[in-house]
Nanobody, 120 residues
């Protein structure tokens, strides 16, 4: 069964840090490009960054917001989003998704999302 599972979200104070994980099962993570997305309350979903499956290139400009660094550990079949200096406007549900390319119009697999709340 193909699955992406996000974890690591929670409540954090402004200026704090969180590391989100995206664990893949049922497929090999490095065969896909992995993107991190965020949906803030009342706003459309936005792309944060993407790591290419082919060569590990990072996409964090243009249509990607590039707010936090993305990485992956192929041995663990897991991708990460390192979130530092968090601000209240970073509050939202964070999703990871898999596609053939970071420029994909549609994404093949989505995780269920993990809630991040930045508040004092």
């Amino acid at each position: 069964q193909v699955q992406l599972v996000e974890s690591g979200g929670g409540l954090v104070q402004p200026g704090g840090s969180l590391t989100l994980s995206c664990a893949a099962s049922g497929f090999t993570l490095e065969d896909y490009s992995i993107g991190w997305f965020r949906q803030a309350p009342g706003k459309e979903r936005e792309g944060l960054s993407c790591i290419s499956g082919s060569d590990g290139s990072i996409f964090d400009g243009d249509s990607w917001k590039g707010r936090f660094p993305i990485s992956r550990d192929n041995a663990k079949n897991t991708a990460y989003l390192q979130m530092n200096s968090l601000q209240p406007e970073d509050t939202g549900v964070y999703y990871c998704a898999a596609a053939t390319y970071c420029t994909a119009y549609t994404w093949d697999y989505w995780g269920q999302g993990t809630q991040v709340t930045v508040s004092s």
